[in-house]
């Protein structure tokens, strides 16, 4: 959470609960393992009319293990499914974050509210 924000204290997570997650067409889903064991969350959510934008928060014991790759290209082809642009908004430190963007077809667009902004074209079919 160092680039995100502060970890939310329990009416923070209800209320994040309540309007991103717990809803139909969720914004925010739980990622577990094979074992079921939680991994993090994705965040999947129309960003603007052309736009989805795409991202995940990993819990630390799962850094390194190819999660955020692997989910990057299952959120990649969720998007082209809906022949959308992706974006992912991102703290201009996060080095790793920056890589998976650009190692996917991600191009850096400029700035959004503090973060460093990529964008994949959506592949028209």
């Not at 924000?5 to 139909?24: G, I, V």
């Amino acid at each position: 959470m160092r680039y995100i924000e502060p970890p939310y204290t329990r009416e923070q997570t209800a209320s994040c609960l309540n309007s991103a997650a717990l809803r139909q067409a969720p914004l925010i889903w739980a990622v577990d393992d094979l074992c079921d064991n939680f991994v993090g969350y994705v965040i999947f959510h129309p960003y603007d009319e052309k736009s989805y934008e795409i991202g995940w928060l990993l819990c630390k014991e799962h850094w390194r293990k190819g999660y955020a790759r692997e989910l990057t290209k299952a959120l990649i082809e969720a998007g082209e499914n809906l022949q959308k642009d992706l974006v992912i908004e991102c703290h201009p430190e996060q080095a790793a974050t920056k890589k998976i963007a650009l190692d996917n077809g991600f191009v850096y667009v400029g700035k959004e509210s503090g973060c460093n902004l990529y964008r994949r074209k959506a592949v028209q079919s």
